[in-house]
């Protein structure tokens, strides 16, 4: 895998945007992880389960970490859908945009509950198939 994406598996909206980015990764280049599974720690000793539940954490290939937006150019740049999201990077939109992602994240459950009327995920964690 070339980035593996730690996702709050109890926010509709982040759900759905992992649901989007599997339809596109045709090529299996990305790996799904729930940060709410019960071996996650187990598993990945060197994610902050706490820290990754405030901002979208990417792991790449190099053992080398992703955080925020970057997690999510990295991982569009890599299905070569929603080129746009790289606009997000630029030096002059960077800081504006992380600081929109910032008060995104602390917000996803009330944003997700105006958006699609749920605010988290019944069962605790979304099914991602």
């Not at 109890?10 to 990764?25: A, I, S, Y």
């Not at 990305?30 to 599974?37: G, P, Q, V």
């Not at 187990?42 to 190099?62: E, M």
């Not at 990295?74 to 990077?89: D, E, M, N, S, Y």
């Given at each position: 895998?070339?980035?593996?994406?730690?996702?709050?598996?109890?926010?509709?909206?982040?759900?759905?945007?992992?649901?989007?980015?599997?339809?596109?990764?045709?090529?299996?280049?990305?790996?799904?992880e729930d940060i709410n599974?019960?071996?996650?720690?187990?598993?990945?000793?060197?994610?902050?389960?706490?820290?990754?539940?405030?901002?979208?954490?990417?792991?790449?290939?190099?053992?080398?970490?992703?955080?925020?937006?970057?997690?999510?150019?990295?991982?569009?740049?890599?299905?070569?859908?929603?080129?746009?999201?790289?606009?997000?990077?630029?030096?002059?939109?960077?800081?504006?945009?992380?600081l929109a992602y910032l008060?995104?994240?602390?917000?996803?459950?009330?944003?997700?509950?105006?958006?699609?009327?749920?605010?988290?995920?019944?069962?605790?964690?979304?099914?991602?198939?």
């Amino acid at each position: 895998m070339e980035l593996t994406i730690f996702y709050d598996g109890t926010c509709p909206l982040c759900l759905n945007e992992m649901k989007q980015l599997k339809r596109h990764d045709s090529l299996n280049r990305i790996a799904l992880e729930d940060i709410n599974a019960a071996d996650i720690n187990q598993r990945f000793p060197d994610l902050d389960v706490v820290q990754a539940n405030t901002l979208l954490h990417g792991l790449q290939a190099d053992g080398t970490w992703l955080y925020g937006l970057d997690v999510t150019a990295k991982a569009w740049g890599l299905t070569g859908k929603h080129a746009w999201v790289k606009l997000l990077r630029l030096p002059v939109i960077k800081p504006v945009a992380d600081l929109a992602y910032l008060a995104f994240a602390r917000n996803r459950y009330r944003i997700s509950y105006l958006l699609t009327g749920k605010k988290r995920c019944d069962t605790g964690s979304c099914n991602i198939k």
